[in-house]
């Protein structure tokens, strides 16, 4: 083995870290060996021979995903043919299936779903107490929450061929399940990494979806249900791959430790955000709708939110703005259609009277809404934090379009862009401090002439309702004491009947 090899071997070691962030930036960095004319050809042969030799279904489905960042990176990059990737890939999958799909021009026929499983569990096939004590350690809960959901609005014993297909993996992976003093999930006071996968977490994540291709094989799933599901095993969404995340922008409020003993770091905040609100006012042709981030880290933490609504006063009662943003962060999220890897396409309509809401003499209306994907982007869990946001439906008639470029997320009608989204990461690491929201931001600007206009078509005004959130603990493995301070920007006192 060459030295090119020995580096390419050592960087494939990486594919499998337990680290999230790690996994992401090793599979960009061998994307940008393969469209290398120096390297292309030994990493891409590497490549292939990495994906024969895998034995576990989720670890296969990231050699394809390697495939599909040489195309964000480079377009011109040739991919294998659909029968060449269907020879290497050992351990095939409905999720690999999926991105076998993305990657070809065209459909391919549904796989032999009897061979993407072990068979029904047979009746002497006794229950493994570990397996349930710990699958939702080492995975998100939402596995055994969908398992459930199958088994309930099925009838059918979901988590025991799940459980079932698990002990025949370990079986032929010749392994012991093992719980080791990890601390990888974290206390809730401590620093602890977030998107951690280990090799018992790909054991439990490729049984589960060898149990969603037997729920198709005996007829109680569709494939269409059965690649719903396995879309949430996917690590990243090939939308938001596409999203560079930029440095903390210059307009994002930038405060001062304070020298003495008063802390004086919410007035300055505070001050920030009313500049900020008075200059968008002007002559900008983007208003900022929607905005959230980190604002300050160093013996304190400041977190700050920005929300932007239409605004009808029907009296002098003022409202309680915690309620307002509190309502707002459990408005239900919104899914792009059809169902699909990568959250570029249409938005879901959503109605006005499914938004609006009174609160003292206040009517309300949101600006924008949350978007779900349909993945859960582990590998970038910052945005999994932070959200991703679009210009609420109601605006217009017609379906919004989202399509994600290096710079940031577009919001479109036709061929004109009425909204933009990006995020920015500032000091981002693979651990988070404590139970702190990420070092991260987020922020969704619209068309001035939208808000404009429907501002005057409803009779309503729009301004922000703002939350800034402060942690502060007196000793490093102490608890986090939070408080909160509430505002307002630009809201009219005019009584309309």
């Known amino acids: 083995m060459n030295d090119i090899e020995k580096q390419i071997s050592f960087l494939f070691s990486r594919v499998t870290w337990p680290s999230g962030m790690v996994r992401e930036r090793t599979c960009t960095e061998i994307a940008k060996l393969i469209i290398d004319d120096r390297f292309s050809q030994p990493t891409y042969n590497y490549l292939l021979e990495w994906l024969q030799s895998q034995t576990l279904e989720s670890i296969a ?3 394809l995903l390697i495939f599909y960042r040489a195309i964000i990176l480079d377009k011109r990059f040739s991919l294998p043919s659909e029968s060449e990737l269907a020879s290497v890939i050992n351990k095939p999958s409905i999720l690999s ?43 998100p809960s939402i596995y055994t929450d969908r398992a459930y959901q199958i088994e309930k609005k099925n009838n059918i014993p979901f988590m025991h061929q799940w459980m079932y297909e698990w002990q025949k993996l370990l079986e032929n992976l010749g392994k012991e399940p093992k719980i080791k003093p990890l601390d990888f999930r974290g206390w809730p006071d401590r620093d602890h990494y977030v998107a951690i996968d280990f090799e018992l977490s790909e054991i439990y994540r490729s049984s589960y979806l060898r149990a969603l291709a ?47 003993q008063i802390d004086t770091l919410p007035g300055q905040i505070w001050s920030h955000v009313e500049n900020l609100w008075n200059k968008q006012i002007g002559n900008n042709n983007w208003i900022i709708a929607e905005a959230e981030g980190r604002v300050f880290e160093g013996q ?16 002098s009662q003022e409202p309680d703005l915690e309620e307002i943003l509190e309502w707002i962060h459990h408005l239900p999220r919104i899914r792009y259609i059809p169902p699909s890897l990568k959250i570029d396409g249409e938005i879901e309509k959503i109605s006005t009277e499914s938004l609006e809401n009174d609160f003292g003499d206040w009517s309300i209306l949101p600006v924008a809404c949350r978007v779900k994907p ?77 808000i404009e206009e429907f501002a005057k078509k409803t009779n309503s005004t729009f301004c922000w309702v703002c939350s800034l959130t402060g942690y502060y603990r007196k000793y490093e493995y102490g608890s986090f004491e939070i408080f909160s301070d509430y505002r307002q920007f630009g809201s009219s006192t005019i009584v309309h009947p």
Not at 227 to 243: F, S
Not at 383 to 395: K, Q, S
């Open 61 to 63: 489905a990231i050699g």
């Open 214 to 260: 037997w729920s198709i094989m005996i007829g109680v799933l569709s494939e269409d249900e059965g690649e719903y599901l396995a879309l949430e095993t996917c690590p990243i969404d090939l939308g938001l791959w596409r999203i560079k995340p930029l440095s903390r922008p210059d307009w994002w409020p930038q405060v001062e430790e304070p020298k003495g």
């Open 374 to 450: 349909y993945t859960v982007p582990r590998w970038q869990f910052w945005r999994c934090y932070r959200d991703v946001w679009t210009i609420a439906t109601y605006f217009n008639p017609h379906n919004w379009k989202l399509q994600c470029s290096e710079l940031q997320m577009t919001i479109s009608v036709g061929e004109e862009v009425v909204g933009k989204w990006n995020d920015w990461t500032n000091g981002l690491k693979e651990k988070l401090t404590a139970n702190l929201p990420p070092a991260s931001g987020q922020c969704l600007q619209i068309d001035r002439k939208i």
């Open 97 to 139: 299936w999926i991105l076998t799909n993305e990657l070809t021009t065209n459909r391919l026929a549904s796989p032999d779903w009897g061979s993407l499983n072990s068979g029904t569990a047979p009746n002497n096939f006794s229950s493994n107490s570990f397996f349930g004590k710990y699958s939702q350690i080492f995975l």
């Open 300 to 315: 304190s933490f400041y977190d700050l939110t920005i929300h932007g609504i239409f605004q009808i006063c029907r009296g």
